[in-house]
């Protein structure tokens, strides 16, 4: 296991380095010139301009202005915005409003998505199932921003149960903002979990459970759910990246400050610096959550194990 979790390490530091590499390179291959997009409408001044690329060393190879940016990171430092503020220092600020949205993402894809496909197996072709399975299609026909334009207009607006944007009024702020980042992924856990579960209590081991004697509840939540949530765990895993990049436009839609909005703006406005920075932080938490959905396979399935 030791050897395992060292070279799962090894091969997200190698990710990590490629995938910043690549970033790096698409965004400041881009047409365009920053200096001249500060200046505006108007030709840059010739000094001004060349007093800001020598201070952001855009005068600089790609590669050696890449590797600036790589020690950088080492050192928890990822550059100035073109208006002089600290990115690093920024996204500080941004990641707890982010990091709250997920995790009201990830609440609901785990309580309403395992739920509904636990309830959905246990009483297949039953009314609940019929129900299960009609919202799951809702939620993957319906595109999450239609869902958020319409969740703003009924409960926000009509019934004013909950804000509709901003992040004022502390928890309440995210639970329609994280329904909607997750309405999409809950629909596909609930699919996955019905399906898997509905397979694991045909297998042998659970019949041979139940013969012994056990409960229903103990047969289903401790032999045939444990088995079955391994996929659900692995897409969940996966789930952390696209929570991530939806947050882009969920951010913007409820007028949420967390990074999403961050990296909206900062393309919006040709901040390169600003982009590679919030995507390098985004690739990083893709890459730790990889590595704790692969640690998670020995605790869910006692029968993996690794040299």
Known sequence: MPRYVISR????????????????????????????????????????????????????PLLQQYGRFLLGVVQGDLGETYSGQDVAQMLSERMWVSGQLALFALAFQ??????????????????ADAGVRLFTLAGLSIPFFVTA???????????????VAGAESGFLSYVMP??????????YVARLTRGQLTEALREDYV???????????????????????????????LEVGALLSGAVITESIFNLPGMGQAMARAVYLGERTTVVGVV???????VVANLVVDLLYAVLDPRIRYA
Do not use: C
């Open 9 to 60: 390490v090894l091969q997200a530091v190698l990710v990590l380095v490629g995938a910043t590499l690549v970033i790096f390179i698409l965004t400041f291959a881009l047409p365009g010139d920053p200096v001249q997009a500060l200046a505006g409408e108007r030709a840059a001044d010739p000094a001004f301009a060349e007093a800001i690329r020598a201070r952001y060393h855009l005068d600089e």
């Open 280 to 286: 390098t932080v985004f690739v990083l938490i893709y």
């Open 207 to 237: 019949r041979m459970a139940t013969s012994k004697g056990l409960t229903r509840v103990r047969v289903v939540a401790f032999h045939a759910l444990r088995n079955s949530l391994i996929p659900v765990v692995t897409f969940l895993g």
């Open 178 to 187: 994280g329904f909607v980042l997750g309405s999409l992924s809950t629909a």
């Open 110 to 127: 785990i309580i309403i998505g395992i739920g509904a496909g636990v309830v959905s197996a246990l009483r297949r072709n039953g009314v």
């Open 149 to 163: 334009f319409v969740l703003q207009l009924v409960v926000g607006v009509k019934l004013g149960w909950l804000p």
